[in-house]
Every structure is written in C-alpha cells, then in structure tokens.
C-alpha cells in the first residue's frame, strides 16, 4: 500500500496529513528516510516516524456531542481544552472536519485516514444540518435573501434549507465546509450567531447523546458514511 495509506492505519494522521508528514522528511523505510508520496510498502518493513516505530492501530469511529469551549484538534497550544479530552485515549483518534470553539454538536472522531480524507473531500461532502439562535430575529426579507442565496467574501453561498423554527432561531441545512460559514453568512445580515449546535451529518444524529459524551459508531453508521 501507499506510505501515507500505512501511516493512516498507524493513527498517526489523516491520509493527506501524512503526504505533508513524508515530504518533510520525518518518515525512515528499514533506516532510510523517504520523502516521495508515491513511495509503496508492504508493511512488514522497519517503519518509523521521528525514530518511533510505529505499528497499524485497530480502527476506531466515536460520535461526539461536543460542548462549547473545546477546540477541535489534536494539538493546540493555544486552546484551553482539546476534543480529544472527551473520548478514550488508548488509541490517538483525531476529529474529522473542524466545528469551531464556539460551536457545539455533532463530531465524528477516529483513527481512519481513508474515512477521514473521503469524509472532508469537496466530492463527498455530506448534508450538515445545525440550529442557530440568533441576537436579532431575521426579517421575513432577510430569510428569503438568505434561501435564495447570498454572497459573501469567498464567493456566493445558498443553503440547501433554511427555515425559521421560532423567532430568532432557526435550522439551516449545508453542505460546504468553508470556514465559519454559517456565523458569517448571519454577519452579512449585521447580527449575530448567539447559539449554533450541528444536530445531524448525513443520516448520523444525536439522538439520545448528551453534551460532552460519545459513543461508538454501528456497523450501519459507518457503511453509511462510506457507501454514500
């Protein structure tokens, strides 16, 4: 298999981080260190990164019900708490996609570079769905402006859905992954985003998962992420 397809199943990145990690001269293949992405092995060489030898992990998958305050990484001097505090440690797992510190919900978490890399990959992007509360309750005006798109800095933007619950708070239906998109497309209309949660990816939901724990995905739940 690839090298960084092996450095994946090892947990040590996502398939294209580790491309990054190779290039930069990090890996050894029986003592040499290799730098070519292309490079293939059979898995029963000598493989370490930074002189660590490193061995395939099992595979994990946890559905996370993030609270806000946590920063969605791995690593982060800066942050105060990391995602990877919540769920077990025994294997090093790393989130797939980011919701920022502000946001909470839904949060898949695991060690598989290949379902890392098709689940943030613009061609199989999935269906997020969130629930926001805004400052200022949008005008009937600005709802419609915003269902039949807007743009903004990085280019146009129209939610597959977007509809009002409740005076000030709303449910909105994406699935682009460009940074901050729902606060800013809110920004755009001069109010602000007091509350957002991310209640379902796909056909994955919070259903019955409080704030702050996880839980394995099924066997259902994961063909479904990577069949669709």
């Given at each position: 298999m690839k090298l960084a397809k092996?450095?994946?199943?090892?947990?040590?990145?996502?398939?294209?981080?580790?491309?990054?990690?190779?290039q930069s001269g990090h890996v050894t293949v029986d003592g040499e260190t290799?730098?070519?992405?292309?490079?293939?092995?059979?898995?029963?060489?000598?493989?370490?990164?930074?002189?660590?030898l490193i061995k395939p992990n099992k595979l994990v998958y946890y559905l996370l019900n993030k609270p806000v305050g946590y920063t969605s990484s791995v690593l982060d001097t800066h942050a105060d708490k990391l995602v990877t505090e919540l769920v077990p440690t025994e294997i090093p797992v790393w989130?797939?996609?980011?919701?920022?510190?502000?946001?909470s919900g839904l949060l898949i978490m695991t060690n598989d570079g290949d379902l890392t890399q098709r689940l943030t990959h613009p061609?199989?992007?999935?269906?997020?769905?969130?629930?926001?509360?805004?400052?200022?309750?949008l005008s009937n005006t600005e709802v419609a402006k915003l269902q039949k798109g807007i743009v903004l800095e990085d280019g146009p933007f129209k939610p597959d859905k977007f509809t009002e619950i409740s005076a000030g708070k709303y449910d909105i239906?994406?699935?682009?992954?460009?940074?901050?998109?729902?606060?800013?497309?809110?920004?755009?209309?001069?109010?602000?985003?007091?509350?957002?949660?991310?209640?379902?990816?796909?056909?994955?939901?919070?259903?019955?998962?409080?704030?702050?724990?996880?839980?394995?995905?099924?066997?259902k739940e994961l063909e479904s992420l990577r069949n669709a």
């Open positions: 092996y450095l994946a199943s090892c947990g040590i990145a996502s398939r294209r981080r580790s491309e990054e990690i190779i290799v730098t070519n992405v292309a490079t293939t092995v059979l898995g029963n060489e000598s493989i370490c990164v930074d002189d660590k989130p797939v996609g980011r919701l920022d510190r502000e946001t061609k199989y992007e999935k269906d997020k769905e969130y629930t926001l509360v805004v400052d200022r309750p239906v994406i699935h682009e992954g460009r940074n901050r998109l729902i606060r800013r497309a809110i920004d755009h209309f001069g109010k602000q985003i007091m509350h957002l949660t991310r209640t379902r990816m796909g056909h994955l939901t919070l259903t019955n998962l409080k704030e702050g724990k996880y839980r394995p995905l099924t066997t």
